[in-house]
Nanobody, 122 residues
Framework: QVQLVESGGGSVQAGASLRLSCTAS????????MGWFRQAPGKEREFVAA????????IYSDSVEGRFTISRDHAKNTVYLQMNTLKPEDTAAYHC???????????????WGQGTQVTVSS
């Protein structure tokens, strides 16, 4: 089993920045992909960004590329999501996920965190 714990959410005004963290524990392999997804009330879960824990380039959704940056600290089994120039439409619960495949589909991920809320006001 793999456990994921997110932190770093909060309430900010448009244009501000936040950094989310996700730390994995348990049977986590260095080749695992770790991704961020978000879900706003009444909407489907949406892919944000993902990266392998050890090596390789990240992938992003079109809606956040250029504003958000995902990074990793392999030694700490932690990935970060730096979110800049936040917009009200970024408001959602942000969930960390881990799985074997680096992909933008939620079905590719086997383990999920509880989520952290990000609220952006205009």
């Amino acid at each position: 089993q793999v456990q994921l714990v997110e932190s770093g959410g909060g309430s900010v005004q448009a244009g501000a920045s936040l950094r989310l963290s996700c730390t994995a524990s348990g049977r986590i392999f260095s080749t695992y992909a770790m991704g961020w997804f978000r879900q706003a009330p009444g909407k489907e879960r949406e892919f944000v960004a993902a990266i392998r824990l050890s090596v390789g380039a990240p992938i992003y959704s079109d809606s956040v590329e250029g504003r958000f940056t995902i990074s990793r600290d392999h030694a700490k089994n932690t990935v970060y999501l730096q979110m800049n120039t936040l917009k009200p439409e970024d408001t959602a619960a942000y969930h960390c996920a881990a799985g074997r495949f680096l992909f933008n589909s939620a079905s590719s991920y086997d383990y999920w965190g509880q989520g952290t809320q990000v609220t952006v006001s205009s």
